[in-house]
């Protein structure tokens, strides 16, 4: 199932500089993305989500873009911050089938450097 | 700040014997759900119930699988006859009435030997 893939599995960034982790979808009829962060041996933690009809979602450090045209999201972090270290992983979902079922991607692992 | 807990936080067990994970879901929450991730894999889909049925399952979800809600907080997986290939770590989620984002508990890590 290659619904949802972040292409990416690492990024490494220096303290105070921007995180850009993307992520890309096929399915058409995903109307809803959510961004979680996740650490070893821990359950995913949302941070961010954004339906289709907006292409920005903003809260705090975080900065979600979505272009539909081209099926594909971004996550933002400004500015890094080493407590940010963590895998991220996108998740997409059909709001109207309303089951919440998300299709998550693969994960991208972020290491934020001192 | 209102979360989903799970238990236990680590079961091993022998091939072919029963398991049953257990959470409790935010309260007030309506939507509740299993997922899974095989170690190096993606977080996978398995179950979603509402209004004490099964709304959708995934193909993993298969006879061996149960989901049951006993009371007004708990919200069970039950593996019947447990395979190597069923370990993983186990998240329970809830999601509430309005909005679409699903919080997720820590996980219960299920080995099978």
């Known amino acids: 199932d290659q619904q949802v893939k972040q292409n990416s599995p690492s990024l490494s960034v220096q303290e105070g500089r921007i995180s850009i982790l993307n992520c890309d979808y096929t399915?058409?009829?995903?109307?809803?993305f959510l961004w979680y962060k996740k650490y070893p041996a821990e359950g995913p933690t949302f941070l961010i989500s954004?339906?289709?009809?907006?292409d920005k979602n903003e809260d705090g450090r975080f900065t979600v873009f979505l272009n539909k045209s081209a099926k594909h999201l971004s996550l933002h972090i400004v500015p890094s911050q080493p407590g940010d270290s963590a895998v991220y992983f996108c998740?997409?979902?059909?709001?109207?089938?309303?089951?919440?079922?998300?299709?998550f991607g693969q994960g991208t692992t972020l290491q934020v450097k001192p | 700040e209102p979360e989903v807990t799970q238990t236990p936080s680590h079961q091993v067990t022998q091939m072919g014997q029963e398991v049953i994970l257990r959470c409790v879901p935010i309260?007030?929450?309506?939507?509740f759900y299993w997922y899974r991730q095989i170690l190096g894999q993606k977080v996978e889909f398995l179950v979603s119930?509402?209004?004490?049925?099964?709304?959708?399952k995934s193909e993993i979800f298969d006879d061996q699988f149960s989901v049951e809600r006993p009371d007004g907080s708990n919200f069970t997986l039950k593996i019947r006859s447990t395979k190597l290939e069923d370990s993983a770590m186990y998240f329970c989620?809830?999601?509430?009435?309005?909005?679409?984002?699903?919080?997720f508990g820590e996980g219960s890590w299920l080995t099978v030997v």
């Open positions: 989620a809830s999601k509430g009435a309005f909005g679409n984002t699903i919080y």
């Open positions: 399915n058409s009829m995903f109307d809803y």
């Open positions: 954004i339906s289709s009809i907006k």
């Open positions: 998740a997409a979902s059909r709001y109207s089938g309303n089951t919440g079922k998300l299709i």
């Open positions: 309260s007030n929450h309506l939507y």
């Open positions: 119930f509402y209004n004490n049925e099964i709304s959708e």
